[in-house]
């Protein structure tokens, strides 16, 4: 449950920055994340904002 709740909390902030930043983020496999272990990232992420989003779903934060 954990787990489940870290990979969509992960994967939803990595499609939250590439929404915002096309040019310089790219996440393949996104669709996918539920059913598989692997996601493909290609550039910038800003890892604050990473922190913050699973510091929240950890804490059992939106």
């Known amino acids: 449950m954990l787990e489940e709740k870290l990979k969509e909390a992960i994967v939803g ?3 939250r920055q590439a929404a915002n930043r096309p040019q310089t983020l790219k996440v393949q496999g996104a ?3 539920n059913s ?6 290609n ?17 059992g934060g939106p």
């Open 36 to 41: 598989s272990e692997e996601l493909i990232v």
């Open 13 to 15: 902030e990595l499609q």
């Open 31 to 33: 669709d996918d994340a």
């Open 43 to 59: 550039g910038r992420i800003d890892l604050g904002a990473l922190a913050m989003v699973i510091a929240g779903s950890v804490a």
